[in-house]
């Protein structure tokens, strides 16, 4: 599958942004998805993840109740809308894809990634 991410870009503290990663090539409600962010100097972390139905949604504790993952598998699509956005919030966003079932919160366990999409919050 290939995935697309965007929607970054650059947005006071306290405002909101929505990315998007689109997906094709194989049936994207076949994959398990999430998004994880890395700044610069930083590992690559876990932010938000959604089962393939997108019954199960998962959180890294500092986005809880203000990030929402969602996915529209009719369009490919999966969305995170991003409020209350903070400084600390600013890294790269990637989207990723897997179809088995591994830990959700480990980078080395998604065999398919987007490109990426810059999110910059200024204080």
């Known amino acids: 599958v290939q995935l697309q991410a965007s929607g970054g870009g650059l947005v006071q503290a306290g405002g909101s942004l929505r990315l998007s990663c689109a997906a094709s090539g194989r049936t994207f409600s076949n994959y398990n998805m999430a998004w994880f962010r890395q700044a610069p100097g930083k590992e690559r972390e876990f932010v938000a993840g959604?089962?393939?139905?997108?019954?199960?949604?998962y959180y890294e504790n500092s986005v809880k109740g203000r990030f929402t993952i969602s996915r529209d598998n009719s369009k490919n699509t999966m969305l995170l809308q991003m409020n209350s956005l903070k400084p600390e919030d600013t890294a790269v966003y990637y989207c990723?894809?897997?179809?088995?079932?591994?830990?959700?919160?480990?980078?080395?366990?998604?065999?398919?990634w987007g490109q990426g999409t810059q999110v910059t919050v200024s204080s």
């Open positions: 959604i089962s393939w139905s997108g019954y199960n949604t």
């Open positions: 990723a894809a897997e179809s088995r079932v591994v830990p959700w919160i480990y980078s080395t366990g998604y065999s398919y």
